[in-house]
């Protein structure tokens, strides 16, 4: 097996087995096998609709369940490390072949691979690291009528309660900010996003 | 809040004792600014300056800050209204000395006094920084702008009395997050114009 795109470690020895069991399968069975792994790959955390989809196949086509789990765990390296290194459709392709998979199920799954890397690209990059993420903002704002010190205020508030992501649980932090402070913060956030409008 | 009681107009006739107007001047504007409980030691520096005993000087002390105060809260900005607050038989100098500094500082105590009101935490400062994620352990490459946004947030002022804790918080956003809060911050400008065209 000459070098492989989408990994630099030594691929499992299982890994040319399952491959071969693959090949038995008809043109058919495999795009119904591949359709069942895209939908996961794009919704990860549908793992109870992944297995009861994959039961439902090991029945339909008379498989069993134990080595077809095996197959897909084999079959799932591809894609992920495909997608770590931005891997293109062909050398996708190329890396089923090298591991023993046939052309033509290579080059299926290979078209697959470059119709869901779009949504699977902006989900990877969703998965990663944010520091102290802005999940929401509220706000109110209102008048200040009176208090203790002074009978007659008059002066406008504006309160905001911004909800944090730290770590794995949500903080909120209320402020509270004066008029002119609320213009001075909307000016600088405008020149955020032309910012980042400039970068994207 | 304090509130004017009969025995406050005796006390302040114990400001015959000064030594100056400027004395007079001073001693009000502490008066004014310091809060009911420290008014206790504040008494015990005033008392050698104008030879009175410990329990005068509490007298007039508590007397001033009551009148400082009343007066910035009813928002008194004519010498008519000040000097109604005074009984007949006050001493006529002594009143108009006190009502002259009163208009003199109320507009500066009255900030302070809106400085100094309950709060959430207030906000200070804010910077900002535009960062590109360039890789990542789910995903080799990627060119993704992100803001770290830097709030400086100041803790209730009465609460900390002298010695404010400022805290800092890092916030990251998202190019969708900061499109998002863009629109909540709009919505509130154009609210805010409405309620002051109004």
Same mark, same amino acid.
């Given at each position: 097996?000459?070098?492989?795109?989408?990994?630099?470690?030594?691929?499992?020895?299982?890994?040319?087995?399952?491959?071969?069991?693959?090949?038995?399968?008809?043109?058919?069975?495999?795009?119904?096998?591949?359709?069942?792994?895209?939908?996961?790959?794009?919704?990860?955390?549908?793992?109870?609709?992944?297995?009861?989809?994959?039961?439902?196949?090991?029945?339909?086509?008379?498989?069993?369940?134990?080595?077809?789990?095996?197959? =897909?765990? %084999? !079959?799932? &390296?591809?894609?992920?490390?495909?997608? #770590?290194?931005?891997?293109?459709? @062909?050398? *996708?392709?190329?890396?089923?072949?090298?591991?023993?998979?046939?052309?033509?199920?290579?080059?299926?799954?290979?078209?697959?691979?470059?119709?869901?890397?779009?949504?699977?690209?902006?989900?990877?990059?969703?998965?990663?690291?944010?520091?102290?993420?802005?999940?929401?903002?509220?706000?109110?704002?209102?008048?200040?009528?009176?208090?203790?010190?002074?009978?007659? =205020?008059? %002066? !406008?508030? &504006?309160?905001?309660?911004?909800?944090? #992501?730290?770590?794995?649980?949500? @903080?909120? *932090?209320?402020?509270?900010?004066?008029?002119?402070?609320?213009?001075?913060?909307?000016?600088?956030?405008?020149?955020?996003?032309?910012?980042?409008?400039?970068?994207? | 809040?304090?509130?004017?009681?009969?025995?406050?107009?005796?006390?302040?006739?114990?400001?015959?004792?000064?030594?100056?107007?400027?004395?007079?001047?001073?001693?009000?504007?502490?008066?004014?600014?310091?809060?009911?409980?420290?008014?206790?030691?504040?008494?015990?520096?005033?008392?050698?300056?104008?030879?009175?005993?410990?329990?005068?000087?509490?007298?007039?002390?508590?007397?001033?800050?009551?009148?400082?105060?009343?007066?910035?809260?009813?928002?008194?900005?004519?010498?008519?209204?000040?000097?109604?607050?005074?009984?007949?038989?006050?001493?006529?100098?002594?009143?108009?000395?006190?009502?002259?500094?009163?208009?003199?500082?109320?507009?500066?105590?009255?900030?302070?006094?809106?400085?100094?009101?309950?709060?959430?935490?207030?906000?200070?400062?804010?910077?900002?920084?535009?960062?590109?994620?360039?890789?990542?352990?789910?995903?080799?490459?990627?060119?993704?702008?992100?803001?770290?946004?830097?709030?400086?947030?100041?803790?209730?002022?009465?609460?900390?009395?002298?010695?404010?804790?400022?805290?800092?918080?890092?916030?990251?956003?998202?190019?969708?997050?900061?499109?998002?809060?863009?629109?909540?911050?709009?919505?509130?400008?154009?609210?805010?114009?409405?309620?002051?065209?109004?």
């Amino acid at each position: 097996m000459g070098l492989l795109n989408f990994t630099r470690d030594p691929v499992p020895e299982a890994v040319s087995g399952d491959m071969h069991n693959l090949n038995q399968l008809s043109a058919q069975q495999f795009s119904a096998l591949t359709e069942v792994l895209f939908r996961f790959l794009t919704e990860p955390k549908e793992v109870e609709r992944f297995l009861t989809q994959l039961s439902d196949f090991a029945t339909m086509n008379k498989i069993s369940l134990g080595p077809l789990k095996n197959i =897909v765990k %084999s !079959i799932l &390296l591809v894609p992920n490390g495909a997608l #770590k290194r931005n891997l293109s459709s @062909e050398q *996708v392709r190329a890396d089923f072949i090298a591991l023993g998979l046939s052309e033509e199920k290579a080059s299926y799954f290979a078209e697959q691979w470059k119709v869901n890397s779009p949504t699977l690209t902006r989900l990877a990059v969703g998965q990663t690291l944010m520091i102290n993420q802005l999940i929401d903002m509220e706000w109110k704002f209102g008048v200040t009528a009176g208090s203790s010190e002074l009978e007659k =205020v008059g %002066s !406008i508030f &504006l309160q905001l309660k911004l909800v944090i #992501k730290k770590g794995s649980q949500l @903080e909120n *932090v209320y402020v509270e900010l004066t008029l002119p402070q609320f213009y001075s913060f909307l000016h600088e956030m405008e020149r955020v996003k032309t910012s980042l409008e400039s970068f994207s | 809040m304090a509130a004017l009681r009969d025995g406050d107009f005796a006390a302040l006739q114990i400001l015959l004792k000064a030594p100056s107007k400027d004395a007079v001047r001073q001693l009000c504007q502490e008066c004014f600014s310091s809060p009911a409980a420290a008014l206790g030691p504040l008494a015990q520096r005033a008392c050698p300056g104008l030879a009175v005993s410990a329990q005068e000087a509490e007298q007039l002390v508590s007397a001033l800050h009551n009148l400082t105060r009343h007066a910035v809260y009813r928002g008194l900005t004519r010498a008519e209204d000040i000097l109604c607050l005074f009984p007949e038989n006050f001493h006529q100098n002594l009143k108009n000395l006190l009502t002259k500094i009163i208009l003199e500082n109320i507009s500066a105590w009255r900030n302070e006094a809106q400085a100094s009101q309950i709060s959430l935490p207030r906000l200070v400062d804010m910077d900002w920084r535009v960062d590109i994620k360039t890789s990542s352990d789910s995903i080799a490459r990627m060119a993704v702008p992100t803001c770290l946004l830097q709030l400086k947030i100041q803790e209730d002022a009465a609460l900390c009395g002298n010695n404010p804790v400022v805290s800092a918080l890092t916030v990251e956003l998202s190019k969708e997050t900061l499109d998002t809060m863009l629109e909540g911050l709009g919505r509130i400008r154009d609210q805010l114009s409405a309620v002051a065209n109004k």
